[in-house]
């Protein structure tokens, strides 16, 4: 058996069929891996601001992405715009502090101190992902 790359190419392929499938194969890789940077670093802001695990910042971003019916990647660049001082979409933001507040009470329930979740703000305030400060609950 000769290994896939020297196999023949089925009858009513061409070359420059292959050619064209794999050129849009390879589009759609470099893609997966541009969107997977932008999550990566969404998970990292939320790690940062919100002092959560990796694995609790991919489930927020998941979760968020269902309940707004976006697509991962699009709550992501919010995130990510958000931490760099742009306002965020008005239901992603209201749905994010949803979501990072049943994670916070789920952490309290577990036994775990509360969680800071602002970078903005004096000691004892936060700053919501829409930009208003409030007091530490």
């Known amino acids: ?7 023949r190419l089925p009858a009513d392929e061409t070359a420059q069929d292959k ?8 589009a759609q890789l470099q893609q997966a891996v541009r969107s997977h940077a932008v999550i ?4 990292g802001v939320l790690i940062a601001v919100h002092r959560m695990p990796a694995a609790a910042g991919w489930d927020v971003l998941q979760e968020v992405s269902q309940h707004c019916n976006l697509k991962l990647r699009t709550i992501a660049d919010g995130v990510i715009a958000w931490a760099r001082g742009e306002p ?25 101190q509360d969680q800071n979740s602002g970078l903005a703000g004096a000691p004892g ?9 409030r007091p530490d609950d």
């Open 1 to 7: 058996m000769l290994p896939p790359h020297h196999q």
């Open 19 to 26: 050619i064209a499938r794999l050129e849009e194969k390879n």
């Open 40 to 43: 990566d670093q969404a998970i």
């Open 88 to 112: 965020m979409q008005q239901q992603v933001a209201q749905e994010l502090e949803a979501v990072l507040q049943r994670w916070r009470q789920r952490q309290q329930t577990a036994g775990c």
């Open 125 to 133: 305030e936060t700053t919501d992902h829409q930009g208003h400060h």
